[in-house]
């Protein structure tokens, strides 16, 4: 028997009202870009009223993931978007290199416009260790990869811990690309930053 212990998780949804999200998305953005082949909008669009069915959409699906991580809401609350923000790219060259995103617990991204000629998100081994020794692979599996790319699927939205080191790799033509990037952390921040052995 194998167990695998600490895994890194991904959540994936198929968002059910893609359609006016998406619409309502890329009509902000095509007022607001400045079509210079990469663009990132101001970063607080959850308090924009056409960004709220996409607000509300989030919260909800974060009560899986706290279902999953066995979280106790009644002593830090709920989790809230701390940050919201629309990537537009029309040049395939554009690349983002590896990074994470600090003082959050949950970040995300939803694929408004994703096609497959333009980069993917691609997710990096968050363990120091891991890549230490590395069993050269016959076959690759989640026990070798030292990096794991997820093509896009429009539509889709998905969540990961803000700790999980991912880059956005090049596309191959210029097609338009468009997703809302987000970070989540809990409402109580004095009641998460006490000893968890304490009341
Ligand atoms: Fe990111």
């Given at each position: 028997?194998?167990?695998d212990?600490?895994?890194t998780?991904?959540w994936?949804?198929?968002?059910?009202?893609?359609g006016?999200?998406s619409?309502?998305?890329r009509?902000?953005?095509?007022e607001h870009t400045?079509d210079?082949?990469?663009?990132q909008?101001?970063?607080?669009?959850?308090?924009?009223?056409?960004?709220?069915?996409?607000?509300a959409?989030?919260?909800?699906?974060?009560?899986?993931?706290?279902k999953?991580?066995?979280?106790?809401?009644?002593?830090?609350?709920?989790?809230?978007?701390?940050?919201?923000?629309?990537?537009?790219?029309?040049?395939?060259?554009?690349?983002?290199?590896?990074?994470?995103?600090?003082?959050n617990?949950?970040?995300?991204?939803?694929?408004?416009?994703?096609p497959?000629?333009?980069?993917?998100?691609?997710?990096?081994?968050p363990?120091?260790g891991a890549?230490?020794?590395?069993?050269?692979?016959k076959d690759h599996?989640?026990?070798n990869?030292m990096k794991?790319?997820?093509?896009?699927?429009?539509?889709s939205?998905?969540?990961?811990?803000?700790?999980?080191?991912?880059?956005?790799?090049s596309?191959?033509t210029?097609d338009?690309?468009?997703t809302?990037?987000?970070?989540l952390t809990?409402?109580?921040?004095?009641?998460?930053?006490?000893?968890l052995?304490?009341?």
């Open positions: 028997m194998r167990t212990l600490f895994p998780p991904l994936t949804w198929k968002v059910a009202a893609h006016d999200i619409n309502d998305v009509s902000w953005t095509h400045d210079n082949g990469r663009w909008s101001r970063t607080d669009l959850h308090t924009l009223g056409v960004f709220e069915p996409l607000r959409l989030i919260l909800r699906k974060t009560r899986k993931v706290l999953d991580f066995g979280a106790d809401t009644e002593r830090h609350g709920r989790l809230v978007i701390t940050g919201m923000w629309v990537n537009h790219t029309t040049d395939h060259r554009f690349s983002h290199e590896t990074h994470t995103h600090p003082n617990f949950l970040s995300g991204i939803y694929y408004v416009a994703a497959p000629t333009m980069g993917s998100t691609a997710f990096v081994d363990r120091p890549s230490v020794c590395v069993p050269r692979p599996n989640s026990l990869a794991q790319v997820l093509q896009p699927v429009e539509g939205l998905i969540m990961f811990p803000a700790y999980l080191p991912h880059m956005v790799t596309g191959i210029d338009e690309r468009i809302v990037s987000f970070n809990f409402q109580d921040g004095e009641m998460m930053a006490k000893t052995w304490g009341e």
